[in-house]
């Protein structure tokens, strides 16, 4: 994997060789094998771009969090669901998908049940999540490729959905296929999405 993204501390995204950045219709906003500073304090009037305003917003990148968690599973007939609720961007997609499956609530946290819809169907729920908080097994092999290229999405008034980039810095994702940052500024688990977005009504007005 070529591409890599460094959260700066208290300051922008460094993205180097991400080749694609994309709006929320698909389409390309930028294409290049040049290094980028992306937003993620929220404050900038270049979206997605960094332009310094974090310093004077007095961003901090610190995760307020507890570090990454461990991933807990839910071995159905057919599937396992492999579920890291500390990286859950709360995007819904599973209980959009399969709402039998996902979820009821245990002692220990949120939990699945992979038989109760079929396994195409919670399947396609977990591909659909963009964190990488759900993935799958199949005959006991961890699926969790999805993309074939890299590139870097950005939501309208939500997170950047990066594809295919290693992620530099202690906080670790699920998969480097496909994870979620924050650039909003408000997320408590940076440099991730924890869905704050929407609790922040973040808007980021660039018109991508
Ligand atoms: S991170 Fe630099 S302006 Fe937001």
């Known amino acids: 994997m070529d591409a890599e993204i460094t959260p700066t501390p208290n300051g922008p995204l460094h993205a180097e060789r991400i080749k694609l950045l994309k709006n929320d219709r698909g389409e390309t906003i930028l294409a290049t094998d040049e290094s980028v500073y992306l937003c993620r304090c929220g404050a900038s009037k270049n979206k997605p ?57 245990g002692p220990g946290g949120r939990v699945s049940h992979p038989d109760a819809s079929s396994a195409g169907q919670v399947i396609a729920a977990i591909r659909q999540c963009p964190s990488g908080a759900l993935l799958y097994k199949l005959q006991g092999k961890l699926v969790q490729d999805y993309a074939d290229h890299t590139e870097i999405r950005v939501e309208k008034d939500g997170p950047l959905h990066v594809q295919r980039a290693k992620l530099n810095g202690p906080a670790r994702p699920a998969t480097e296929d496909h994870y979620t940052l924050c650039r909003c500024g408000a997320s408590l688990n940076k440099p991730f999405c924890d869905g704050m977005h929407a609790k922040v009504r973040f808007q980021d007005g660039s018109g991508t």
């Open 49 to 105: 771009y960094c332009d310094g305003s974090h310093t004077a917003a007095g961003f901090s990148g610190q995760r307020l969090r507890a570090a990454d968690g461990k991933a807990v599973e839910f071995a159905g007939r057919e599937i396992t669901v492999v579920d890291d609720f500390s990286l859950c961007a709360h995007a819904g997609a599973c209980v959009e998908g399969a709402a039998k499956t996902f979820f009821t609530k």
